[in-house]
């Protein structure tokens, strides 16, 4: 329970950035459809989206190890026990710097696109030019009409992303020495500890179901139509 409550933190909180991110930074993009700021965007993500995140991983290890601003790896640093409540988690938000921003870049570029294509559909649409025509902001028209109206593929998408990084933070977390569900289970597949394998896979399964059921909650709640039917 341990290990799972390590990895479901790091999965929960990569989840959380890489959507506040990756919702903005869409509708913004999507905005600006065919001018530079979205062609950079675009290549950006492509870029990112080429690069696994085994490199990504070790290329923010070598910087760390070479900057020596933040931990190289762990969750904790030595002596954690001896120092108080905000030393503690002070010392916490450090050694999740490098993970969270490998898991984050990572998911990042996907997430941008899904959001911008599904902005630019909806952006087409008569009741967007409507409400343009008449004279409805910029920002408000973006957030309070689009982006709702576009919400469904991505709350949909949500369920994917959760199980998307919690695959990949098992993988980061061995690369990182983060005591999640990745080291456990990489340590009994070694010693051939078949319990503990279908342990940490069978917690990894019901993080990946209770994502999916989420994302479903989200759609009832944002979507009459799912609600009538």
């Given at each position: 329970m341990v290990r799972a409550r390590n990895t479901l933190l790091l999965t929960t909180l990569a989840t959380l950035l890489a959507?506040?991110?990756?919702?903005?930074?869409?509708?913004?993009i999507a905005n600006r459809s065919g001018k530079w700021e979205d062609r950079l965007t675009l290549a950006a993500t492509?870029?990112?989206?080429?690069?696994?995140?085994?490199?990504?991983a070790l290329g923010f290890l070598y910087w760390v190890v070479r900057m020596h601003l933040l931990p190289a790896g762990g969750m904790t640093s030595a002596g954690f026990e001896d120092l108080g409540t905000w030393g503690k988690l002070w010392d916490l938000m450090a050694h999740?710097?490098?993970p969270l921003a490998v898991l984050v870049l990572g998911s990042l570029p996907m997430l941008v696109r899904h959001v911008r294509a599904s902005m630019l559909e909806v952006l087409q649409t008569?009741?967007?030019?409507?409400?343009?025509?008449?004279?409805?902001?910029?920002?408000?028209?973006?957030?309070?009409?689009?982006?709702?109206?576009?919400?469904?593929?991505?709350?949909?998408?949500?369920?994917?992303?959760?199980?998307?990084?919690?695959?990949?933070?098992?993988?980061?977390?061995?690369?990182?020495g983060w005591p999640g569900l990745g080291p456990l289970l990489l340590?009994?597949?070694?010693?051939?500890?078949?319990?503990?394998?279908?342990?940490?896979?069978?917690?990894?399964?019901?993080?990946?179901?209770?994502?999916?059921?989420l994302a479903d909650v989200m759609l009832v709640i944002v979507d009459p139509r799912v609600r009538a039917a």
């Open positions: 959507w506040m991110v990756a919702i903005p930074l869409g509708v913004w492509s870029f990112f989206l080429a690069v696994p995140e085994l490199v990504l999740l710097v490098v008569p009741f967007i030019q409507a409400a343009r025509g008449h004279g409805v902001g910029r920002t408000r028209l973006l957030f309070s009409y689009a982006l709702p109206a576009a919400a469904n593929p991505l709350i949909s998408l949500f369920g994917l992303s959760v199980a998307g990084l919690l695959s990949g933070s098992l993988l980061i977390e061995v690369i990182m340590e009994a597949s070694v010693s051939r500890d078949i319990y503990v394998v279908v342990g940490a896979v069978m917690a990894s399964t019901l993080f990946m179901i209770l994502g999916s059921f």
